[in-house]
């Protein structure tokens, strides 16, 4: 009944689990999932100890295990509940989303979720957010899992299409990826003092390595009449965004994962559309900076 042992008692068990598979296995088989799915509905009220659970839990969907008790337990609309109950509060949402998008690395899941409308929940964050990084990463990373399996994905795209729109989340993309950069400079300055200026840097690069992970999966999934990713192409290509990615691409140099997400999605922009090649004229230097850059990643392959 204490909510400061609650969530001491969370905390404990998400640094606990943040090592080993085999820990995070135990802990499932000892019922810590059932204990803390248990807390998202006695305390719905307070936002802490859910944040604190939430984030326990995070790091123990990772494990198969964690899955099927997830779903015996009804942990994904326990989750859908706590972002009804507290939409304000920017943390929760975090970890809620954060939750979900590590649940969802299972296909079941990600079926699951469809069907019980986690595409509402998205577009809902992604107008409330549209600002706010810390909440857009996990929010898009969700969805990038939702588009990566082949036939769910066909579904995931569809429901995307209707409830987001492309446009919706290229504009995301570039307010976040494309910074002036005197004012981003003046920015930094300003919140370094406060200690935030870096947090938000990897929060929006985190973003801008899912929103390419995801427009990457639209190009994998599986042709059919609907033509998805033939759709985002020509969204890019008729409001002439491909020199605006050139341009992102080059003002994260120093992330590794925004070059490897990067890179993979313009290797699929450019299959089999020859046309498209004059926009990236010149961009070989890049590629070959990034190579040697990031030396030993998986940039150097894709590169």
């Not at 100890?49 to 984030?55: F, P």
């Not at 939702?146 to 995301?172: E, F, H, S, T």
Request: hydrophobic share 45%; with cysteine; charged share 20%.
């Amino acid at each position: 009944e204490n909510r400061v042992v609650q969530i001491a008692a969370c905390a404990f068990l998400k640094n606990f689990s943040v090592s080993m598979y085999r820990v995070r296995e135990a802990i499932i088989r000892a019922g810590g999932v059932r204990e803390l799915s248990h807390l998202l509905v006695v305390w719905m009220a307070d936002s802490e100890v859910l944040e604190a659970a939430c984030c326990a839990m995070h790091n123990l969907a990772t494990a198969a295990s964690c899955w099927q008790e997830a779903r015996h337990l009804s942990v994904i609309h326990q989750v859908f509940r706590i972002l009804d109950e507290h939409p304000g509060s920017v943390d929760l949402q975090v970890a809620a989303f954060a939750l979900l998008w590590n649940l969802s690395i299972s296909v079941d899941i990600v079926a699951d979720l469809l069907h019980v409308g986690a595409m509402e929940y998205i577009a809902s964050a992604l107008d409330r957010f549209r600002n706010t990084s810390s909440v857009l990463a996990p929010v898009v990373g969700l969805l990038r899992n939702l588009l990566a399996p082949p036939d769910q994905g066909l579904l995931a795209a569809q429901l995307c299409m209707d409830m987001v729109g492309y446009r919706k989340i290229l504009d995301i993309f570039w307010s976040h990826g494309i910074v002036d950069a005197p004012m981003s400079r003046l920015f930094s300055k300003v919140t370094n003092d406060s200690g935030k200026s870096k947090e938000i840097e990897e929060d929006s690069t985190l973003l801008i390595e899912q929103i390419l992970a995801a427009m990457s999966n639209i190009a994998k999934l599986p042709k059919d009449r609907n033509n998805f990713f033939g759709k985002l192409v020509e969204e890019l290509v008729t409001n002439n965004e491909l020199k605006k990615l050139r341009t992102l691409m080059e003002s994260h140099a120093e992330s590794p994962m925004v070059q490897y997400q990067g890179f993979g999605f313009i290797s699929y922009l450019l299959i089999g559309r020859k046309r498209l090649k004059v926009h990236f004229l010149g961009f070989g230097e890049h590629v070959a900076e990034m190579s040697r850059r990031h030396a030993g990643t998986p940039v150097s392959d894709t590169g």
